[in-house]
């Protein structure tokens, strides 16, 4: 009687698939003598969990202005850290011009303090980063044309309507402003690694986009500086 084999497709012996190389971290990546992107502006949102009374909070509260018939959200300030936060009746803030995580968090605490010194029973939920905005500055001029024509599925450039050029990158995602001048704007980001990330993955295309002999006006950017090492 012939006996079958029963050995298993799982016991057979199959090729491994090649391991695709991970692409190495900006911090690997960039150069000494690249300039670096600075975070300009963190957006975050916190949720008080309570209905809140504009029209009180700008009786009693300071340096707030409300004015209903043009905006729906009163708009709250203060100088430390320097913020600007957008109040809506639902009990959602916005707040707006921090330059990191920490100090946006700060900023919506002493916001939502002020709010219930108004006499709202409020918490503090959901605090949440929605954008990370940075900048840096290239010490050279830009052939915006140049990037828009060689990438031109990322790359959108109508001087018409908007002087700077839109990148729109995948990984990470998010968008960059490339201006003539050499600066760029990053915006979108989820994370402080995204900026740093984007700006090492657009630096190259930049340069392939330089004006050659050429030198940005102004003095030099603030983002430029070498890597520690």
């Not at 990438?151 to 990148?167: D, I, N, R, T």
Request: charged letters at 25%; glycine letters at 6%.
């Amino acid at each position: 009687m012939q006996t079958r084999s029963h050995t298993s497709p799982s016991h057979q012996h199959e090729p491994t698939p090649p391991q695709q190389p991970q692409q190495r971290s900006w911090r690997d990546r960039v150069k000494p003598d690249w300039p670096l992107p600075q975070i300009q502006n963190v957006v975050a949102t916190v949720n008080l969990d309570c209905r809140l009374d504009l029209q009180t909070i700008a009786q009693h509260a300071r340096n707030v202005e409300y004015n209903r018939k043009k905006f729906h959200a009163l708009v709250m300030r203060i100088r430390s850290p320097r913020t600007t936060t957008l109040v809506f009746a639902s009990g959602r803030l916005v707040v707006t011009g921090a330059k990191s995580e920490d100090l946006a968090r700060l900023a919506a605490r002493r916001h939502a303090r002020a709010i219930q010194k108004c006499g709202f029973r409020t918490k503090f939920l959901d605090f949440k980063v929605q954008n990370f905005v940075g900048s840096a500055t290239c010490d050279f001029l830009i052939r915006l044309e140049g990037i828009a024509h060689g990438y031109p599925q990322f790359a959108m450039h109508e001087p018409e309507l908007f002087p700077g050029l839109v990148y729109t990158m995948v990984r990470p995602a998010l968008k960059c402003l490339v201006f003539t001048t050499g600066k760029v704007v990053l915006t979108g980001a989820k994370s402080v690694e995204d900026v740093f990330e984007a700006f090492a993955n657009l630096y190259p295309l930049l340069l392939e986009a330089k004006v050659m002999g050429s030198t940005a006006p102004g003095p030099k950017a603030k983002g430029l500086r070498k890597r520690k090492r």
